[in-house]
T-cell receptor, first 110, second 118 residues
Framework: GESVGLHLPTLSVQEGDNSIINCAYSNSASDYFIWYKQESGKGPQFIIDIRSNMDKRQGQRVTVLLNKTVKHLSLQIAATQPGDSAVYFCEAGANSKLTFGKGITLSVRP | GAVVSQHPSRVICKSGTSVKIECRSLDFQATTMFWYRQFPKQSLMLMATSNEGSKATYEQGVEKDKFLINHASLTLSTLTVTSAHPEDSSFYIC??????????????FGSGTRLTVV
């Protein structure tokens, strides 16, 4: 399976600031990466994904950056809002089952 | 986008009884579904991979006779917790993959089932 981990367990940001959540993966053969968000008591929700042939992908207020050289993935959230408060998981794989990292809690201060 | 419906959202049962959890893909056919377990403040732990028309593949340490999985159709997978005990109390979540539509949709998750065994 994939070994995926997150550098920090919690992240506190001021509302309106940008957030950066980092993730490291171990399998250099991984070719597909996903970020999920999980709110308390709910199932994970897809945020954005990226293939290994890309190093950046943008969505609405979110950007995922992939550095295959150091096997590092990051999620950037622009103008963080209270509704962004949740646990964020990254996943790396190749059309395989998902192995989640521990998750990082994003807390948005008003 | 793809939608996965999971029921019930919350269930309380007596120790020794069995509980069935349903996971349905509403607008796509899911040849593969996954079942997870999550303890408070922890990550999701994959329990088993459910393939339509065949036996589920269980992760190491997961008792297949305890957690029965049936994937009889392309839109429905069920997880039955047999002879439930308090230690089985947890948050159970299913997910499904819509064939070639993984990119831009990822895997779609159900809303989860909170099981409490008393």
């Amino acid at each position: 399976g994939e070994s995926v981990g997150l550098h920090l367990p919690t992240l506190s940001v001021q509302e309106g600031d940008n957030s950066i959540i980092n993730c490291a993966y171990s399998n250099s053969a991984s070719d597909y990466f996903i970020w999920y968000k999980q709110e308390s008591g709910k199932g994970p929700q897809f945020i954005i994904d990226i293939r290994s042939n890309m190093d950046k992908r943008q969505g609405q207020r979110v950007t995922v950056l992939l550095n295959k050289t150091v096997k590092h993935l990051s999620l950037q959230i622009a103008a963080t809002q209270p509704g962004d408060s949740a646990v964020y998981f990254c996943e790396a794989g190749a059309n395989s089952k998902l192995t989640f990292g521990k998750g990082i809690t994003l807390s948005v201060r008003p | 986008g793809a939608v996965v419906s999971q029921h019930p959202s919350r269930v309380i049962c007596k120790s020794g009884t069995s509980v069935k959890i349903e996971c349905r893909s509403l607008d796509f056919q899911a040849t593969t579904m996954f079942w997870y377990r999550q303890f408070p403040k922890q990550s999701l732990m994959l329990m088993a991979t459910s393939n339509e028309g065949s036996k589920a593949t269980y992760e190491q340490g997961v008792e297949k006779d305890k957690f029965l999985i049936n994937h009889a159709s392309l839109t429905l997978s069920t997880l039955t917790v047999t002879s439930a005990h308090p230690e089985d109390s947890s948050f159970y979540i299913c997910s499904a993959r819509d064939g070639d539509r993984v990119f831009d949709y990822g895997y779609t998750f159900g809303s989860g089932t909170r099981l409490t065994v008393v």
